[in-house]
């Protein structure tokens, strides 16, 4: 089936406490990116990546890191998390050339 | 990005159709206007897309005005599982967009048995 996964759906963790949401997909798609979820501010895009090791910054970048070392996967890093991450995040890819995005289900993260 | 409105909530039955509006007045002419939707505990889910002709998928039709400013997503026979937050996107076909899709509030569907 094809599909995006992310882990874990939920975490809640300390400030300061490195962590790392990881995201795959078994579709060979390019590109792929991170989105918040927060309400009344709507889906806005952390980061995104064109293909393997090519990565750029969306919206709202700051305190996160990513990385795309496989095609598959495309993990976003919390160095140092802090309570304004607090929040549900979704991890996307699409086929280059395709309009249609497919989402993950989702990671519900709270930073205390 | 060119923004879109549409009404916050909308209320239909069961087996009835649904014509979900957006208004999008500063659309440009490369701006293909798409459609999400996102379930209850979900992430979004493409739904359709179109640039300036109707056009017609296995769930549902966009209808898009002769001037563009406008578009009306139409659910032919709404069940239970349409309920969701339906979501109308412009993204820019050029430009350095690099297919980033800019959700704004979108409209909350409620389906009635």
């Known amino acids: 089936e094809a599909q995006v996964t992310q882990n874990p759906r939920y975490l809640i963790t300390v400030t300061g406490k490195k962590l790392t949401v990881t995201c795959s997909q078994n579709m060979n798609h390019e590109y792929m990116s991170w989105y918040r979820q927060d309400p009344g501010l709507g889906l806005r895009q952390i980061y995104y990546s064109m293909n393997v090791e090519v990565t750029d910054k969306g919206d709202v970048p700051e305190g996160y890191k990513v990385s795309r070392k496989e095609k598959r996967n495309f993990p976003l890093i919390l160095e140092s998390p802090s309570p304004n991450q607090t929040s549900l995040y979704f991890c996307?890819?699409?086929?280059?050339?395709?309009?249609?995005?497919?989402f993950g289900p989702g990671t519900r993260l709270t930073v205390t | 990005d060119a923004k879109t409105t549409q009404p916050n909530s909308m209320e239909s039955n069961e087996e009835e159709p649904v014509h979900l509006p957006c208004n999008h007045s500063?659309?440009?002419?490369?701006?293909?206007i798409h459609w999400y939707r996102q379930l209850p505990s979900q992430g979004p889910e493409y739904v359709i897309h179109g640039l300036t002709s109707n056009v017609n998928n296995r769930m549902a039709s966009l209808a898009i005005a002769e001037d563009r400013k406008s578009s009306t997503l139409i659910l032919h026979r709404a069940t239970l599982r349409d309920a969701a937050v339906y979501y109308c996107?412009?993204?820019?076909?050029?430009?350095?967009?690099?297919?980033?899709?800019?959700f704004g509030q979108g409209t909350i569907l409620t389906v009635h048995p």
């Open positions: 996307a890819s699409r086929r280059q050339g395709s309009y249609e995005q497919y």
């Open positions: 500063t659309i440009s002419g490369t701006d293909y």
């Open positions: 996107i412009l993204r820019d076909a050029g430009g350095t967009s690099y297919g980033k899709l800019t």
